[in-house]
């Protein structure tokens, strides 16, 4: 589902938007609106569709959003003006949400607890296989039969590929008859166990200061993520001269990092500071981005590729897994929800300021050294998202 959606929508919209570009000739600001506007609306959605994953489960929410994904991408692939376009975008966004992030991170925490960094991190190199294939699927569709041809081809993928997927949803391990990471089944007339007791609830979270500033590292990394995920390839290609294939050869380079850092930084993170973790992978994203505004030569290029790739790699799975580690999981796909709405902020600012400075200047240089500086600024948010103590209700059950 990971690999689904980021080869239709979220590593290949970069490509997208070189294609648009030289078609209908809009500005980098308004493609990067469309960015905006789907993280908004996923951030938006958040709190409700937490609550409907905790309530009515994984799969029928997940279910919704492929309908809707393979909708947006057809009406994206017959639009003709600024309207449509963001009509379709809304669409497909909201579709890419219900069977997103969320959705399927809100599962493997309630299917993993001691491998749950590692678990998460498997499950996130769906969407970086998304972006190491791109040359070979969405581009190479592209060039061989136009974007309108691709995004339709697309919405037929969600449905047929897509939608038999969801049936591997399921609540919790124990509407399965299962326990947590894999340890021995129930047996017949074994009695199950009682609901967590060690799970702040959401008002209990968001009374913890480490809930905001978990929220605001999210956000700066995401700034950071989303920027570069829509402007990445248009740099490549319109500032340094690179073809739309070989900034697509780039990309796959920072996805490919990427999945060596998920690996990596999801072992690492069962065993060693998930806070300290994301801080240092905050200031590889800084190396990284100024390594490639400031390029002279396809070296610093690779050498920022590389960086950024192995940061945003390593720090994403610890982004799900230390909420988890805080405030426990039963009441996680509210928290994460809620926390969306801090996080949206980041991934509307990135895209549109990063599109906004090079329409007012017509480099990126500048764009994105302030994407770096975002990044470097966010490691201290996870300086300061320290271990909250348990609420009250909690400490008079242990005392």
Request: aromatic share 10%.
């Amino acid at each position: 589902m990971q690999f689904l959606q980021g080869t239709v929508l979220g590593q290949a919209y970069g490509a997208y938007v070189v294609v648009l570009r030289e078609e209908f000739g809009w500005s980098k600001t308004l493609l990067s609106g469309a960015s905006a506007l789907r993280e908004m609306e996923s951030g938006l959605i958040g709190p409700i569709q937490g609550w409907l994953v905790d309530r009515v489960g994984p799969r029928w929410v997940a279910r919704a959003g492929m309908v809707l994904l393979s909708l947006g991408l057809f009406m994206f692939s017959r639009m003709r003006d600024p309207v449509t376009f963001y009509l379709a975008f809304f669409v497909m966004a909201l579709g890419g949400s219900l069977m997103g992030y969320i959705t399927i991170t809100s599962t493997i925490v309630q299917f993993f607890e001691r491998r749950r960094s590692t678990a998460l991190s498997v499950a996130s190199l769906g969407g970086a296989l998304g972006g190491v294939l791109l040359p070979f699927t969405v581009v190479a569709a592209i060039e061989a039969f136009g974007w309108r041809q691709t995004a339709a081809l697309s919405s037929l993928a969600v449905l047929l590929i897509g939608l038999p997927l969801t049936q591997v949803l399921a609540r919790s391990p124990t509407e399965l008859g299962l326990r947590p990471d894999g340890d021995a089944a129930w047996v017949e007339g074994e009695e199950l166990p009682p609901p967590a007791s060690d799970s702040f609830t959401l008002r209990e979270a968001l009374r913890a200061p480490s809930f905001w500033w978990v929220s605001c590292g999210h956000g700066s990394a995401l700034f950071v993520v989303s920027a570069v995920n829509v402007h990445l390839l248009p740099h490549l290609h319109e500032s340094l001269g690179y073809s739309l294939t070989g900034a697509a050869g780039v990309f796959s380079l920072v996805t490919a990092c990427f999945m060596i850092g998920t690996m990596v930084g999801g072992v690492v993170g069962d065993y060693a500071s998930k806070r300290w973790l994301a801080f240092g992978c905050m200031i590889g994203h800084m190396v990284g981005l100024l390594l490639i505004s400031h390029a002279m030569g396809g070296r610093m290029v690779i050498a920022g590729a590389i960086i950024h790739g192995l940061a945003w790699g390593a720090r994403g799975p610890q982004m799900a897994a230390i909420r988890a580690d805080y405030f426990g999981a039963e009441s996680f796909g509210k928290i994460i929800g809620v926390s969306n709405l801090v996080i949206i902020i980041g991934t509307i600012a990135g895209p549109l300021i990063a599109g906004y400075v090079y329409d007012t200047t017509g480099n990126y240089r500048i764009g994105f050294d302030i994407v770096s500086v975002m990044a470097g600024a966010g490691s201290i948010f996870f300086v300061l998202a320290t271990r909250p103590p348990p609420p009250p209700r909690l400490a008079a059950l242990e005392g």
